[in-house]
């Protein structure tokens, strides 16, 4: 009875191990208005729908589980501009389910606080923080943000930041930054440009990532606009755009592989 109740115990804790060695956290800006001109106009903001779901949807048909934080743990906001169907292309019928997923599913409108996340970090395996200019509004200021992207580094574990998600470097100081000199992609001044010029109409304060990425010491690079186009230097995965999903998850996923063969080493 003794040596059955011991092989039930070790079982359990090779299924709890298992699962906490599977799990990614999906760190989502839950701001809903974002100043334009310094304050004389607001717009509606939040996460990029379709950042954020190809890259759940491919993590998690590869088997990972996800796990969701936002600053307070309230319920991320979802771009309205980024459910317009050019962002889609073919893929109308997945952007029906995402938006179907943000209102049923249990995890996405039940998430953990960013506090939260980093006191179970040891249970997740990546990082990923999906674009849009919501996070540009709290994310940016978050005293837990520089916590959680120095840990994933330091473990090596893959973090993934899109499009404007690579600003979120820019919360660490350059003398403890361990992303100096890694090689890193994000939306580019000319679609900086064009979002500003022809979509917003407007300057939010937050801008000239690239830029800013250089100065700090990181190798920028980019491609043409609306290009599907990701960067991998060791376990930071970048992206570009909305238009960049297919080469982020590859990337992304290749991450999580190299990592989990390491780890098993």
């Known amino acids: 009875m003794k040596i059955r109740t011991i092989i039930v115990v070790l079982v359990l804790l090779g299924i709890t191990v298992s699962a906490q060695n599977n799990k990614i956290l999906f760190v989502m800006s839950a701001a809903d208005t974002l100043q334009l001109n310094n304050g004389e106009k607001l717009r509606q903001t939040g996460v990029f729908l379709n950042e954020f779901y190809l890259a759940y949807k491919s993590v998690t048909e590869a088997g990972y589980t996800v796990d969701f934080a936002t600053p307070h743990g309230m319920i991320a906001t979802i771009d309205e501009e980024s459910i317009n169907d ?3 292309k073919n893929n109308l019928e997945v952007k029906n389910e995402a938006l179907i997923f943000t ?4 995890l996405f409108n039940s998430p953990k606080t960013l ?3 980093i006191e179970n970090k040891s249970d ?3 990082l990923i923080i999906p674009g849009g200019q919501g996070l540009m509004v709290d ?3 978050d005293i837990n943000i520089p916590i959680l992207i120095k840990y994933f580094a330091k473990e090596n574990k893959p973090t993934g930041l899109i499009c404007h998600a690579p600003s979120l470097i820019l919360t660490i100081p350059k003398e403890e930054n361990p992303y100096i000199g890694f090689k890193v992609n994000s939306v580019s001044p000319f679609e900086e440009f064009v979002i500003e010029r022809f979509i917003m109409k407007g300057k939010p304060k937050n801008r000239k990532i690239a830029k800013k990425l250089r100065k700090l010491g990181l190798k920028y690079r980019r491609k043409l606009p609306k290009a599907n186009y990701a960067v991998k230097d060791r376990n930071l995965v970048t992206s ?3 238009f960049s999903g297919i080469a982020f998850n590859k990337l992304y996923l290749e991450a999580l592989t190299e990592y989990l063969k390491a780890y098993k080493n």
């Open 115 to 117: 506090k939260k996340a």
């Open 124 to 126: 997740y395996i990546g």
């Open 139 to 141: 994310l940016k200021d």
């Open 240 to 242: 570009q755009n909305p």
């Open 86 to 88: 050019k962002y889609w």
């Open 103 to 106: 209102k049923t599913d249990s």
